[in-house]
């Protein structure tokens, strides 16, 4: 064997051996994404399980209306109680505000509301919302008692 062909196969097995070092290393930072990736998802669980419990403890926009003594709620659920019935698509169309649909919905503070703007909403999503705020949740029209 010739000094040459040795010094050829020396040459192949240092690139192979080169080719192997940058595959360790990317398996090596591989490992380290995954371990934070893990370490992510174990927080995100935790996270997961405390908004769980306090969504558990949270009242619905409902209790929060009834059980208020704000006079934003007060006002706010004169103006909704003014707007008009919305006609809705029960099995298709859903309240933005709660993201529920309006299956059963006919009387009472679920009924469907329509503010000026067209969109529409649960009576007690949109009086809850605006004691809040004076705009639609969608469009952001300032809905006024003079509107409605």
């Not at 993201?99 to 007690?124: A, D, I, L, W």
């Given at each position: 064997?010739?000094?040459?062909?040795?010094s050829?196969?020396?040459?192949?097995?240092?690139s192979?051996?080169?080719?192997?070092?940058?595959?360790?290393?990317t398996?090596?930072?591989?490992?380290?994404?995954?371990?934070?990736?893990?370490r992510?998802?174990?927080?995100?669980?935790?996270?997961?399980e405390?908004?769980?419990?306090?969504?558990l403890?949270?009242?619905t926009?409902?209790?929060?209306?009834?059980?208020?003594?704000?006079?934003?709620i007060?006002?706010?659920?004169s103006?909704?109680?003014?707007?008009?019935n919305?006609m809705?698509?029960?099995?298709?169309?859903?309240?933005s505000?709660?993201?529920?649909?309006?299956?059963?919905?006919?009387?009472?503070?679920?009924?469907?509301?329509?503010?000026?703007?067209?969109?529409?909403?649960?009576?007690?999503?949109?009086?809850?919302?605006l004691?809040?705020?004076?705009?639609?949740?969608l469009?952001?029209?300032?809905i006024?008692?003079?509107?409605?």
């Amino acid at each position: 064997m010739s000094l040459s062909h040795l010094s050829e196969i020396l040459d192949n097995i240092l690139s192979e051996l080169e080719a192997i070092d940058r595959e360790l290393r990317t398996l090596r930072s591989i490992r380290r994404q995954m371990e934070t990736l893990q370490r992510n998802i174990d927080r995100a669980g935790a996270e997961i399980e405390s908004l769980d419990d306090v969504l558990l403890a949270h009242e619905t926009p409902e209790d929060w209306l009834h059980n208020s003594n704000n006079s934003n709620i007060v006002d706010a659920t004169s103006v909704v109680e003014k707007m008009t019935n919305a006609m809705v698509n029960a099995d298709a169309d859903v309240c933005s505000i709660c993201s529920e649909g309006f299956q059963g919905c006919s009387s009472g503070t679920t009924t469907p509301k329509q503010p000026p703007c067209g969109h529409v909403y649960h009576q007690v999503c949109l009086a809850t919302w605006l004691s809040r705020s004076e705009s639609c949740p969608l469009c952001r029209r300032i809905i006024r008692t003079i509107d409605v």
